[in-house]
């Protein structure tokens, strides 16, 4: 299952959200009730390995610290829909990966919402 978050903020707080997105996405082959597939095994390892490494940076920032978080995932099928369905499967997957984390020079907070200039 493709994910993708993005979160500007307070580096706390954006942490915050951050580890509540990821809790979101669960592990299971299954479908889900909206239609979209979640994560299998192999995406919710690197899933969980993103969200370590994010929550680690974002906590070794002073808390107020104004940052963009970006960071997207998911396992791609090569040969098309069903790689997993298949017998034996076929591991010709790739996992696209992005983790972007900035600084935000200057940053306002206007009436509970974020604003970047």
Do not use: Y
């Amino acid at each position: 299952m493709p994910w993708q978050m993005t979160e500007v903020g307070r580096a706390a707080k954006v942490a915050v959200r951050l580890a509540e997105n990821f809790s979101w996405i669960k592990h299971s082959e299954s479908q889900m009730e909206d239609g979209f597939t979640k994560c299998t095994e192999l995406e919710e390892k690197i899933k969980n390995t993103v969200a370590s490494v994010v929550a680690t940076t974002l906590a070794s920032l002073p808390p107020d610290f104004p940052v963009s978080v970006e960071v997207s995932g998911g396992l791609l099928d090569r040969n098309g829909p069903g790689m997993f369905e298949r017998t034996p499967p076929t591991f010709r997957a790739v996992h696209p990966l992005t983790i972007k984390i900035e600084p935000i020079p200057e940053f306002l907070e206007e009436s509970g919402r974020t604003v970047a200039r």
